[in-house]
């Protein structure tokens, strides 16, 4: 029963989703090219972020605009004490250790959210300016979908200017590439790296008030799938490219969304199985991804 | 010089006393400690046999909690009651595995169950072990995922996210020990054998290795696949023991747990993955009546994790573990050229 | 303007340079000259501030610099072209370029700098938007070349520049040596294959296994029997 409504539907939602995805693959794939660090902890960051306007914003009763901009800065900082506290001393060291340690973080702060916010999920109810309805024959849609689009491009546009044109973002794309080169040119590479984190971290909090704003909940445990295929995406797009992050972000968006709204309803569950099913896919067979840079990911 | 190689007597010493040590706590401990003793043995093997795939063979694997959850599904499965099998919606055996009227006796149930587990390592190791470093930990981890995703399910066989609880309770004390002699011997042996030799050196240098004749694939697969064993083992043992069995709770914590335990304790011995175990569990049954009593539920996995970085940030070799065996694995100790 | 002395370089226990002394006076082209592993790239590391010395000290124009950081070296003018050229294989050629540039404070000399190595290498001119990786090998040393004088620098430490390249590339590029340093700027070369380098050079020293073994001009060294043994023809 395929119908045009329902694919234009869910595409669009899996879009959404890929805007996501994309935002928070952009973080990592910088950090990941610099320290080849698989940051679990990026995912707690969602989780933060979304916290962090929870409180301000609902409780606190600051209003949107200021909430999205505080959490920015809060998430920036929070990438930045990561950095700070625990991968500097780890820096240079293998891969593996690396990603243990961000698994230990990771799950530091989703217990430490569990613990000292709660347990229980809270209802993250849609901020009233963005929850208008609209109807057209073929979709069904509220501004929080515009703004999750609309804002999503903007950070990518703004991260691709960065990068490409302003000599900090280059030096960040030749660090990523070269660390040991990077520093002969004199480049101050703990700076390049704390502000990799500052950026990717500031993003993904952001990411977390998108999530709880669409989705209507926020946990302690939303971060950690969502932070791991944010690495699928990462994968997908191909390793070492900040361009292919972003495809990487919506091929996954899309996949995951299209996969489950169009096989038998019973496959549904089946949805974060085929997004691994999918990374092992591409690790197998095209471990450079769609647009990725040869990095030797097979021994 | 080499240090003399304990003799199988001295191992056999060790299982006397061990069995000694068994029969009078059963006899003189409370239900509540042989309780914790019981689970402190069931990840003890679930840390030496993890220690046999990420400590000797150096492979950072991630999906232990996966094949858990298969040798604890199997072996449910295969000895569940006959009378309650229609009540909970679970299928009878097939004709090849008994008929319809069959239930497994606890140890070929725990066996298959391992059995079962080693058959998925092999079938996902071939292609997953090829990976390098961390990219393999990251495909493991989607093993786990995956697993439990078919375990959420595939309702017919498995219940879904409901589970499967009234599971027999058949481990105790004894069981779980008689298991966790037999796996440290298999490791101890493999370790000190030929073949633990291969695959430290595979760890250690892939590229010599594979120079002296010794194909990757093969030694990687084995202990890949021994590992899973005795995992499908201890998710058996764990399975009857806490009587009920969900999705969730092998998921990728479960697998964390058991890190932790291994890097606490330290990955290049045998003894390392015991303490680990042991004092992990210690301390969660410590600080478990604080947590109820506060109510700050997540505090015993903060502290979990707190531990794993501050090992991870100064000891790395854990409490027992020997720096040179941590070394390539966690501390990356290539020569500068 | 550059002096070493008793130079000293560990990697962890293993002693990669060891009591290493050699000068460089302004205007000079230097040669290192040595085979693999003696220590050659070890000395331009630690000249460059990357690597900290175990022992002795270097002195830049007059000034001990042993504890300076490579920016601050760099921002007082020295440029290392590293081995295998050490290009942005992701970057363009212009944004390789400009990052020579990167410790230079933002004024507008550096885009009249970026116009004259155009001039110096009008390959790359003509290819400013190509990524870099996609280039032939000479012309990605010459890329390596432009990105190191971008910096401005006064002393310029070239590793291996010739490595692997074709004989008529390595003379134009040698050509492009001299006239660098005609221009102004000081030359430190390392080389392994002697023949080129002791072409251009005015004073040469050789190193082997970390130790420093002889130290001459080109014309003195050329016949030495030594220098023919440690090169095995090179």
Same mark, same amino acid.
């Given at each position: 029963?395929?119908?045009?409504?329902?694919?234009?539907?869910?595409?669009?939602?899996?879009?959404?989703?890929?805007?996501?995805?994309?935002?928070?693959?952009?973080?990592?794939?910088?950090?990941?090219?610099?320290?080849?660090?698989?940051?679990?902890?990026?995912?707690?960051?969602?989780?933060?972020?979304?916290?962090?306007?929870?409180?301000?914003?609902?409780?606190?009763?600051?209003?949107?605009?200021?909430?999205?901009?505080?959490?920015?800065?809060?998430?920036?900082?929070?990438?930045?004490?990561?950095?700070?506290?625990?991968?500097?001393?780890?820096?240079?060291?293998?891969?593996?250790?690396?990603?243990?340690?961000?698994?230990?973080?990771?799950?530091?702060? =989703?217990?430490?959210?569990?613990?000292?916010?709660?347990?229980?999920?809270?209802?993250?109810?849609?901020?009233?300016?963005?929850?208008?309805?609209?109807?057209?024959?073929?979709?069904?849609?509220?501004?929080?979908?515009?703004?999750?689009?609309?804002?999503?491009?903007?950070?990518?546009?703004?991260?691709?200017?960065?990068?490409?044109?302003?000599?900090?973002?280059?030096?960040?794309?030749?660090?990523? =590439?070269?660390?040991?080169?990077?520093?002969?040119?004199?480049?101050?590479?703990?700076?390049?790296?704390?502000?990799?984190?500052?950026?990717?971290?500031?993003?993904?909090?952001?990411?977390?008030?998108?999530?709880?704003?669409?989705?209507?909940?926020?946990?302690?445990?939303?971060?950690?799938?969502?932070?791991?295929?944010?690495?699928?995406?990462?994968?997908?797009?191909?390793?070492?490219?900040?361009?292919?992050?972003?495809?990487?972000?919506?091929?996954?968006?899309?996949?995951?969304?299209?996969?489950?709204?169009?096989?038998?309803?019973?496959?549904?569950?089946?949805?974060?199985?085929?997004?691994?099913?999918?990374?092992?896919?591409?690790?197998?067979?095209?471990?450079?991804?769609?647009?990725?840079?040869?990095? =030797?990911?097979?021994? | 010089?080499?240090?003399?190689?304990?003799?199988?007597? %001295?191992?056999?010493?060790?299982?006397?006393?061990?069995?000694?040590?068994?029969?009078? &706590?059963?006899?003189?401990?409370?239900?509540?400690?042989?309780?914790?003793?019981?689970?402190?043995?069931?990840?003890?093997?679930?840390?030496? #046999?993890?220690?046999?795939?990420?400590?000797?063979?150096?492979?950072? #694997?991630?999906?232990?909690?996966?094949?858990?959850?298969?040798?604890? %599904?199997?072996?449910?499965?295969?000895?569940?009651?006959?009378?309650?099998? $229609?009540?909970?919606?679970?299928?009878?055996?097939?004709?090849?595995?008994?008929?319809?009227?069959?239930?497994?006796?606890?140890?070929?149930?725990?066996?298959?169950?391992?059995?079962?587990?080693?058959? &998925? &390592?092999?079938?996902?190791?071939?292609?997953?072990?090829?990976?390098?470093?961390? %990219?393999?930990?990251?495909? #493991?981890?989607?093993?786990?995922?995956?697993?439990?995703?078919?375990?959420?399910?595939?309702?017919?066989?498995?219940?879904?996210?409901?589970?499967?609880?009234?599971?027999?309770?058949?481990?105790?004390?004894?069981?779980?020990?008689?298991?966790?002699?037999?796996?440290?011997?298999?490791?101890?042996?493999?370790?000190?054998?030929?073949?633990?030799?291969?695959?430290?050196?595979?760890?250690?240098?892939?590229?010599?290795?594979?120079?002296?004749?010794? %194909?990757?694939?093969?030694?990687?697969?084995?202990?890949?696949?021994?590992?899973?064993?005795?995992?499908?083992? &201890?998710?058996?043992?764990?399975?009857?023991?806490?009587?009920?069995?969900?999705?969730?709770?092998?998921?990728?914590?479960?697998?964390?747990?058991?890190?932790?335990?291994?890097?606490?304790?330290?990955?290049?011995?045998?003894?390392?993955?015991?303490?680990?175990?042991?004092?992990?569990?210690?301390?969660?049954?410590?600080?478990?009546?604080? $947590?109820?009593?506060?109510?700050?539920?997540?505090?015993? $996995?903060?502290?979990?994790?707190?531990?794993?970085?501050?090992?991870?940030?100064?000891?790395?070799?854990?409490?027992?573990?020997?720096?040179?065996?941590?070394?390539?694995?966690?501390?990356?100790?290539?020569?500068?050229? | 303007?550059?002096?070493?002395?008793?130079?000293?370089?560990?990697?962890?226990?293993?002693?990669?340079?060891?009591?290493?002394?050699?000068?460089?006076?302004?205007?000079?082209?230097?040669?290192?000259?040595?085979?693999?592993?003696?220590?050659?790239?070890?000395?331009?590391?630690?000249?460059?501030?990357?690597?900290?010395?175990?022992?002795?000290?270097?002195?830049?124009?007059?000034?001990?610099?042993?504890?300076?950081?490579?920016?601050?070296?760099?921002?007082?003018?020295?440029?290392?072209?590293?081995?295998?050229?050490?290009?942005?294989?992701?970057?363009?050629?212009?944004?390789?370029?400009?990052?020579?540039?990167?410790?230079?404070?933002?004024?507008?000399?550096?885009?009249?700098?970026?116009? @004259?190595?155009?001039?110096?290498?009008?390959?790359?001119? @003509?290819?400013?938007?190509?990524?870099?990786?996609?280039?032939?090998?000479?012309?990605?040393?010459?890329?390596?070349?432009?990105?190191?004088?971008?910096?401005?620098?006064?002393?310029?430490?070239?590793?291996?520049?010739?490595?692997?390249?074709?004989?008529?590339?390595?003379?134009?590029?040698?050509?492009?040596?001299?006239?660098?340093?005609?221009?102004?700027?000081?030359?430190?070369?390392?080389?392994?294959?002697?023949?080129?380098?002791?072409?251009?050079?005015?004073?040469?020293?050789?190193?082997?296994?970390?130790?420093?073994?002889?130290?001459?001009?080109?014309?003195?060294?050329?016949?030495? @029997?030594?220098?023919?043994?440690?090169?095995?023809?090179?």
């Amino acid at each position: 029963m395929f119908s045009w409504s329902y694919f234009l539907q869910q595409s669009m939602n899996g879009v959404i989703l890929g805007c996501i995805y994309a935002l928070l693959a952009l973080g990592m794939t910088v950090v990941y090219g610099i320290l080849r660090l698989i940051n679990f902890a990026h995912g707690a960051l969602i989780t933060i972020g979304a916290f962090f306007v929870y409180f301000i914003f609902f409780r606190a009763g600051i209003n949107l605009a200021a909430s999205l901009f505080l959490v920015l800065g809060f998430g920036g900082l929070m990438g930045l004490l990561l950095d700070a506290v625990a991968y500097r001393k780890l820096r240079g060291g293998p891969e593996v250790a690396l990603l243990i340690t961000s698994l230990g973080f990771y799950t530091f702060v =989703e217990n430490f959210m569990k613990m000292v916010v709660s347990p229980q999920p809270y209802a993250f109810k849609t901020p009233a300016s963005l929850a208008v309805m609209y109807r057209t024959s073929l979709l069904t849609f509220r501004s929080i979908d515009i703004f999750i689009i609309v804002s999503s491009l903007l950070i990518m546009l703004a991260f691709n200017l960065f990068v490409k044109r302003t000599r900090m973002g280059i030096a960040m794309r030749a660090t990523a =590439e070269n660390l040991e080169v990077a520093r002969f040119m004199g480049i101050e590479v703990n700076r390049v790296i704390s502000l990799a984190f500052v950026l990717g971290s500031a993003i993904a909090a952001f990411t977390g008030f998108l999530w709880g704003a669409k989705y209507g909940q926020i946990s302690y445990d939303m971060g950690f799938l969502t932070g791991v295929k944010a690495f699928v995406a990462v994968v997908v797009g191909g390793v070492g490219s900040i361009p292919g992050a972003m495809v990487g972000g919506f091929v996954l968006g899309l996949a995951e969304i299209l996969s489950t709204a169009f096989l038998p309803t019973r496959f549904a569950e089946y949805r974060d199985g085929i997004v691994f099913g999918i990374l092992i896919l591409v690790l197998l067979l095209r471990p450079a991804g769609l647009m990725g840079v040869k990095e =030797e990911v097979r021994v | 010089m080499r240090k003399r190689i304990p003799t199988e007597w %001295y191992f056999l010493l060790w299982g006397v006393l061990l069995f000694l040590g068994v029969f009078l &706590a059963n006899q003189f401990l409370n239900r509540y400690l042989l309780y914790i003793l019981v689970l402190m043995g069931i990840y003890s093997i679930a840390t030496v #046999s993890l220690n046999l795939t990420n400590g000797y063979a150096g492979l950072f #694997s991630l999906g232990h909690a996966a094949f858990m959850a298969i040798g604890a %599904y199997t072996s449910t499965l295969l000895t569940f009651p006959l009378s309650l099998r $229609e009540a909970y919606e679970l299928p009878m055996l097939p004709t090849f595995l008994g008929g319809p009227d069959a239930v497994w006796p606890f140890f070929p149930a725990l066996c298959m169950g391992g059995l079962l587990a080693s058959l &998925a &390592a092999l079938l996902i190791g071939a292609p997953v072990l090829r990976l390098r470093g961390h %990219y393999l930990s990251v495909a #493991s981890l989607g093993f786990v995922v995956i697993i439990t995703t078919f375990a959420k399910t595939m309702k017919s066989i498995t219940r879904g996210p409901m589970g499967i609880s009234a599971i027999p309770s058949y481990t105790n004390i004894y069981w779980t020990y008689l298991w966790l002699f037999i796996t440290v011997y298999v490791v101890w042996r493999l370790v000190n054998s030929r073949f633990g030799r291969a695959i430290m050196a595979l760890r250690e240098d892939e590229t010599a290795a594979q120079v002296l004749g010794i %194909y990757p694939m093969k030694y990687k697969l084995f202990s890949f696949v021994v590992g899973a064993f005795f995992a499908g083992v &201890a998710g058996g043992l764990y399975a009857h023991f806490t009587k009920a069995i969900r999705p969730f709770e092998f998921s990728f914590f479960l697998t964390f747990q058991i890190v932790v335990m291994l890097i606490l304790g330290g990955m290049g011995t045998i003894g390392g993955p015991i303490v680990g175990a042991v004092s992990l569990l210690a301390l969660r049954y410590v600080l478990k009546p604080l $947590e109820e009593h506060f109510k700050i539920y997540g505090l015993i $996995e903060i502290i979990y994790a707190v531990l794993l970085i501050v090992v991870m940030l100064f000891k790395p070799e854990g409490l027992v573990g020997r720096r040179k065996d941590t070394r390539r694995v966690l501390l990356g100790g290539k020569s500068h050229g | 303007m550059l002096n070493i002395e008793h130079l000293t370089v560990k990697y962890g226990v293993i002693p990669a340079v060891m009591d290493v002394s050699l000068r460089v006076e302004k205007g000079q082209i230097v040669t290192i000259l040595g085979a693999n592993g003696a220590g050659k790239t070890t000395t331009l590391k630690a000249i460059m501030g990357v690597l900290r010395p175990a022992g002795g000290r270097i002195y830049y124009q007059g000034m001990e610099v042993t504890a300076v950081s490579p920016v601050q070296r760099v921002r007082q003018g020295i440029a290392l072209v590293p081995e295998g050229r050490g290009i942005f294989n992701r970057l363009t050629v212009e944004e390789n370029l400009l990052l020579g540039a990167y410790c230079r404070p933002k004024n507008d000399a550096v885009k009249k700098d970026l116009e @004259e190595v155009y001039t110096l290498f009008p390959r790359l001119a @003509e290819r400013k938007k190509q990524v870099a990786g996609t280039l032939s090998g000479g012309e990605q040393q010459m890329l390596a070349l432009g990105r190191g004088l971008m910096s401005k620098p006064k002393l310029l430490l070239l590793d291996e520049p010739s490595l692997g390249l074709a004989p008529l590339i390595v003379r134009e590029l040698y050509a492009l040596i001299t006239k660098i340093r005609e221009q102004g700027v000081t030359i430190l070369l390392v080389e392994q294959s002697a023949a080129v380098a002791l072409g251009v050079a005015d004073y040469a020293y050789v190193l082997e296994s970390g130790n420093l073994k002889l130290s001459g001009k080109p014309e003195e060294l050329k016949s030495l @029997e030594d220098v023919k043994r440690i090169y095995l023809g090179g």
